[in-house]
Protein backbone atom coordinates (compact mmCIF):
# COMPACT_ATOMS: atom_id res chain seq x y z
CA UNK A 1 0.00 0.00 0.00
CA UNK A 2 -0.95 2.10 -0.74
CA UNK A 3 2.40 4.63 -0.90
CA UNK A 4 -0.08 6.66 -3.12
CA UNK A 5 -0.04 8.62 0.18
CA UNK A 6 2.97 10.75 -1.35
CA UNK A 7 0.85 12.49 -3.37
CA UNK A 8 -0.67 13.79 -0.10
CA UNK A 9 2.16 14.65 1.83
CA UNK A 10 3.02 16.58 -1.29
CA UNK A 11 -0.16 18.60 -1.39
CA UNK A 12 0.43 22.54 -0.37
CA UNK A 13 -1.02 22.15 3.33
CA UNK A 14 2.00 19.85 4.13
CA UNK A 15 4.21 21.97 2.72
CA UNK A 16 3.25 24.84 5.25
CA UNK A 17 5.25 23.56 8.03
CA UNK A 18 8.73 21.77 8.42
CA UNK A 19 6.91 18.91 9.90
CA UNK A 20 3.82 18.27 9.42
CA UNK A 21 1.48 14.88 8.89
CA UNK A 22 -1.82 13.15 10.10
CA UNK A 23 -2.24 10.50 13.56
CA UNK A 24 -4.80 8.10 12.92
CA UNK A 25 -5.63 5.45 15.31
CA UNK A 26 -8.11 3.13 14.11
CA UNK A 27 -9.70 -0.80 13.47
CA UNK A 28 -9.10 -2.83 10.72
CA UNK A 29 -11.67 -5.69 8.90
CA UNK A 30 -9.78 -7.77 6.62
CA UNK A 31 -10.88 -11.08 4.86
CA UNK A 32 -8.10 -13.51 4.73
CA UNK A 33 -6.98 -15.91 2.19
CA UNK A 34 -7.50 -18.91 4.06
CA UNK A 35 -11.24 -19.11 4.95
CA UNK A 36 -10.46 -21.39 7.63
CA UNK A 37 -10.65 -17.79 9.47
CA UNK A 38 -12.65 -15.61 7.03
CA UNK A 39 -12.21 -12.36 8.81
CA UNK A 40 -10.01 -10.72 11.43
CA UNK A 41 -10.35 -7.85 13.13
CA UNK A 42 -7.74 -6.03 14.53
CA UNK A 43 -6.26 -2.54 15.72
CA UNK A 44 -4.64 0.49 13.36
CA UNK A 45 -2.29 3.31 13.28
CA UNK A 46 -2.19 5.42 10.73
CA UNK A 47 0.39 7.48 10.02
CA UNK A 48 1.18 10.02 7.45
CA UNK A 49 4.69 12.26 8.47
CA UNK A 50 6.62 14.58 6.53
CA UNK A 51 9.59 16.13 7.72
CA UNK A 52 11.30 18.26 5.43
CA UNK A 53 12.04 15.93 2.34
CA UNK A 54 11.38 12.93 4.35
CA UNK A 55 8.01 11.26 4.34
CA UNK A 56 6.58 8.76 6.50
CA UNK A 57 3.43 6.57 5.26
CA UNK A 58 1.91 3.58 6.85
CA UNK A 59 5.11 1.33 6.45
CA UNK A 60 7.11 3.04 3.75
CA UNK A 61 10.33 5.72 4.76
CA UNK A 62 10.97 8.17 1.40
CA UNK A 63 13.77 10.63 0.47
CA UNK A 64 12.54 12.98 -1.92
CA UNK A 65 16.00 13.31 -3.78
CA UNK A 66 14.32 15.83 -6.76
CA UNK A 67 12.77 16.08 -9.94
CA UNK A 68 13.59 15.22 -13.32
CA UNK A 69 11.49 15.98 -16.44
CA UNK A 70 8.52 16.20 -14.19
CA UNK A 71 9.29 12.71 -12.54
CA UNK A 72 10.37 12.58 -8.71
CA UNK A 73 13.08 10.31 -7.92
CA UNK A 74 12.63 8.59 -3.90
CA UNK A 75 14.76 6.01 -2.30
CA UNK A 76 12.24 3.94 0.01
CA UNK A 77 11.98 2.06 2.88
CA UNK A 78 9.31 -0.87 3.31
CA UNK A 79 8.46 -2.82 6.49
CA UNK A 80 5.96 -5.32 6.69
CA UNK A 81 5.81 -6.22 10.21
CA UNK A 82 3.73 -8.76 10.21
CA UNK A 83 5.75 -10.91 7.57
CA UNK A 84 9.20 -9.39 9.05
CA UNK A 85 10.12 -7.79 5.95
CA UNK A 86 12.42 -5.17 5.46
CA UNK A 87 12.88 -4.06 1.77
CA UNK A 88 14.50 -1.19 -0.19
CA UNK A 89 14.17 0.42 -3.72
CA UNK A 90 13.64 3.27 -5.62
CA UNK A 91 10.65 5.32 -6.23
CA UNK A 92 9.48 7.59 -9.52
CA UNK A 93 6.61 9.60 -9.35
CA UNK A 94 5.83 11.35 -12.68
CA UNK A 95 2.89 13.53 -13.03
CA UNK A 96 0.86 12.59 -16.78
CA UNK A 97 -2.04 15.15 -16.19
CA UNK A 98 -3.53 17.41 -13.52
CA UNK A 99 -3.27 15.65 -10.87
CA UNK A 100 -3.45 12.14 -12.36
CA UNK A 101 0.07 10.51 -11.31
CA UNK A 102 2.10 6.99 -12.45
CA UNK A 103 4.54 5.63 -9.85
CA UNK A 104 7.06 3.10 -10.15
CA UNK A 105 7.73 1.17 -7.64
CA UNK A 106 10.90 -1.17 -6.78
CA UNK A 107 11.49 -3.49 -3.55
CA UNK A 108 14.53 -5.89 -2.44
CA UNK A 109 14.82 -7.81 0.32
CA UNK A 110 17.62 -6.26 2.97
CA UNK A 111 16.33 -8.49 5.56
CA UNK A 112 17.60 -11.64 4.72
CA UNK A 113 14.09 -13.43 4.57
CA UNK A 114 13.32 -13.87 1.28
CA UNK A 115 15.73 -12.92 -1.10
CA UNK A 116 12.98 -11.74 -3.43
CA UNK A 117 11.63 -8.76 -5.11
CA UNK A 118 8.78 -7.34 -6.02
CA UNK A 119 7.64 -4.23 -9.08
CA UNK A 120 5.23 -2.20 -9.20
CA UNK A 121 3.44 0.44 -10.90
CA UNK A 122 0.64 2.18 -9.83
CA UNK A 123 -1.37 4.92 -11.15
CA UNK A 124 -3.42 7.22 -8.92
CA UNK A 125 -5.48 10.59 -8.95
CA UNK A 126 -6.67 13.01 -6.35
CA UNK A 127 -10.01 14.15 -5.98
CA UNK A 128 -10.97 17.47 -3.66
CA UNK A 129 -14.37 17.46 -4.53
CA UNK A 130 -14.54 20.53 -1.69
CA UNK A 131 -13.00 21.65 1.28
CA UNK A 132 -13.45 19.21 3.70
CA UNK A 133 -13.58 15.79 1.35
CA UNK A 134 -9.90 14.30 -0.14
CA UNK A 135 -10.07 11.18 -2.20
CA UNK A 136 -7.33 9.30 -3.48
CA UNK A 137 -7.88 5.91 -5.52
CA UNK A 138 -4.93 4.43 -7.12
CA UNK A 139 -5.00 0.64 -8.69
CA UNK A 140 -1.79 -0.99 -8.81
CA UNK A 141 0.10 -4.26 -10.48
CA UNK A 142 2.45 -6.21 -8.88
CA UNK A 143 4.87 -8.40 -10.00
CA UNK A 144 6.39 -10.95 -7.34
CA UNK A 145 9.51 -13.35 -7.87
CA UNK A 146 9.39 -16.42 -7.04
CA UNK A 147 11.42 -15.77 -3.86
CA UNK A 148 9.38 -13.33 -2.75
CA UNK A 149 5.91 -14.74 -3.14
CA UNK A 150 7.20 -18.17 -1.95
CA UNK A 151 8.12 -16.53 1.44
CA UNK A 152 4.50 -14.91 1.41
CA UNK A 153 2.20 -17.55 0.67
CA UNK A 154 4.25 -20.57 0.06
CA UNK A 155 3.94 -20.74 -3.66
CA UNK A 156 7.71 -20.91 -5.66
CA UNK A 157 6.00 -19.28 -8.85
CA UNK A 158 6.29 -15.42 -10.46
CA UNK A 159 2.97 -13.93 -9.71
CA UNK A 160 1.02 -10.92 -11.31
CA UNK A 161 -1.52 -9.69 -8.76
CA UNK A 162 -3.32 -6.26 -8.74
CA UNK A 163 -4.40 -4.24 -5.48
CA UNK A 164 -7.40 -1.45 -5.65
CA UNK A 165 -7.08 1.08 -2.58
CA UNK A 166 -9.29 4.16 -2.05
CA UNK A 167 -7.93 6.99 0.66
CA UNK A 168 -11.04 8.84 2.55
CA UNK A 169 -10.18 11.65 4.69
CA UNK A 170 -12.80 13.90 5.26
CA UNK A 171 -12.32 17.30 7.86
CA UNK A 172 -14.71 17.94 10.76
CA UNK A 173 -12.67 20.63 11.73
CA UNK A 174 -9.50 21.90 10.90
CA UNK A 175 -7.33 19.94 13.03
CA UNK A 176 -9.70 16.67 13.06
CA UNK A 177 -10.62 14.26 10.30
CA UNK A 178 -12.20 10.81 9.62
CA UNK A 179 -10.04 8.91 7.64
CA UNK A 180 -10.66 5.35 5.81
CA UNK A 181 -8.62 3.22 3.46
CA UNK A 182 -10.27 0.67 1.52
CA UNK A 183 -8.45 -2.31 -0.42
CA UNK A 184 -8.84 -5.18 -2.73
CA UNK A 185 -6.77 -7.44 -3.49
CA UNK A 186 -6.76 -9.65 -6.55
CA UNK A 187 -4.21 -12.47 -6.66
CA UNK A 188 -2.39 -14.51 -9.74
CA UNK A 189 -4.37 -17.68 -9.94
CA UNK A 190 -1.13 -19.89 -8.66
CA UNK A 191 -2.04 -18.76 -5.68
CA UNK A 192 -4.54 -21.39 -5.54
CA UNK A 193 -1.73 -24.24 -6.19
CA UNK A 194 -1.51 -23.46 -1.99
CA UNK A 195 -4.28 -25.57 -0.96
CA UNK A 196 -4.90 -23.80 2.16
CA UNK A 197 -6.21 -20.91 0.35
CA UNK A 198 -9.35 -21.40 -1.56
CA UNK A 199 -9.82 -17.48 -3.17
CA UNK A 200 -8.00 -15.28 -5.17
CA UNK A 201 -10.03 -11.99 -4.29
CA UNK A 202 -9.40 -10.14 -1.10
CA UNK A 203 -10.29 -6.41 0.58
CA UNK A 204 -9.21 -4.86 4.04
CA UNK A 205 -10.94 -2.00 5.51
CA UNK A 206 -9.92 0.30 8.14
CA UNK A 207 -11.62 2.83 9.94
CA UNK A 208 -10.16 5.99 12.26
CA UNK A 209 -10.74 9.58 14.11
CA UNK A 210 -7.43 11.74 12.89
CA UNK A 211 -5.44 14.54 13.87
CA UNK A 212 -3.96 16.77 11.52
CA UNK A 213 -0.95 19.10 12.66
Partial sequence: MSRILLLLLLSSQFLL?????????????????????????????LMILRYNDFAFEGNRLSYNLGSVLNTT???VIK???????IESGLQLTHKIAFDHFIQLNTFFD???????YQIELMLFKRFNPNNKLFLLPSLALQYDNADRFSYLYDVSQNSLNLEFELLTIYDITPSWNLAST????????????????????IYRLSLGLGYTF
Fill in 79 to 85: IEQEDKI
Fill in 73 to 75: IAP
Fill in 110 to 116: TSNTHSG
Fill in 17 to 45: ATFSGIITPGIVLKQNLDTTVSHTVSANL
Fill in 182 to 201: FFVNYYDEKILTNLTFDRQL
